[in-house]
Nanobody
Framework: QVQLVESGGGLVQAGDSLRLSCVASGWSFSGYAVGWFRQAPGKEREFAAAILRSGVATYYGNSVKGRFTISRDNAKNTVYLQMNSLKPEDTAVYLC????????????????WGQGTQVTVSS
């Protein structure tokens, strides 16, 4: 059964850091690109970051560039999202996705999705 499981979310204060993890369960996603998206209540799903299957190239949304870092450990079947200098506007459910998208920032091009982990940043 193909599963992606996110963890690491929580309630933090502005300026704090969190590291999210996305683990592939029951399959290997070493052959897939992995992206992180976020969705706040009443808002559209927003691209945060993505990493190619090799890990050589990474991509970031403008709102997180310079503060978030995506990385992967294919041996552990895990992708990480290190989030620094968190802001209240980063509050959202963070979801990881795997696929072979032509455009890394387009959510509908990813085939597999996790359930998400909540990140709440207080001011």
């Amino acid at each position: 059964q193909v599963q992606l499981v996110e963890s690491g979310g929580g309630l933090v204060q502005a300026g704090d850091s969190l590291r999210l993890s996305c683990v592939a369960s029951g399959w290997s996603f070493s052959g897939y690109a992995v992206g992180w998206f976020r969705q706040a209540p009443g808002k559209e799903r927003e691209f945060a970051a993505a990493i190619l299957r090799s890990g050589v190239a990474t991509y970031y949304g403008n709102s997180v560039k310079g503060r978030f870092t995506i990385s992967r450990d294919n041996a552990k079947n895990t992708v990480y999202l290190q989030m620094n200098s968190l802001k209240p506007e980063d509050t959202a459910v963070y979801l990881c996705a795997a696929g072979q998208p032509d455009d890394m920032a387009t959510a509908k091009l990813y085939a597999y999705w996790g359930q998400g982990t909540q990140v709440t940043v207080s001011s």
